[in-house]
């Protein structure tokens, strides 16, 4: 699979606010973005209040099986 960066959007890293690259798409269905699956967690370990046990839930399983997916190309 081939990255065409023409279509790439600029965006911060909530938690460390490095400058990362995500298609727009993304950028739009998600409330936060994230540069790798460590700030994720760091962010969501400084935010307990904000994020429902159902929702860490679901988190943990998306970064899961996209490990997976990767682990597999």
């Known amino acids: ?3 065409n960066l ?14 990362i690259c995500k298609s727009p ?7 936060h973005n994230f540069c790798n699956k460590s700030c994720y967690k760091e962010w969501l370990n ?3 209040d904000l994020v ?3 929702n860490k839930k679901i988190a ?3 970064w899961k099986r996209r490990n997976e997916k ?3 190309i």
């Open 46 to 48: 400084n935010h307990k």
């Open 70 to 72: 990767l682990n597999a």
């Open 6 to 19: 023409d279509r790439m959007a600029r965006t911060n890293c909530d938690n460390c606010g490095n400058n």
């Open 1 to 3: 699979m081939e990255l």
């Open 25 to 31: 798409k993304i950028i739009e269905q998600n409330k």
């Open 52 to 54: 429902s046990e159902r």
């Open 60 to 62: 943990v399983n998306y």
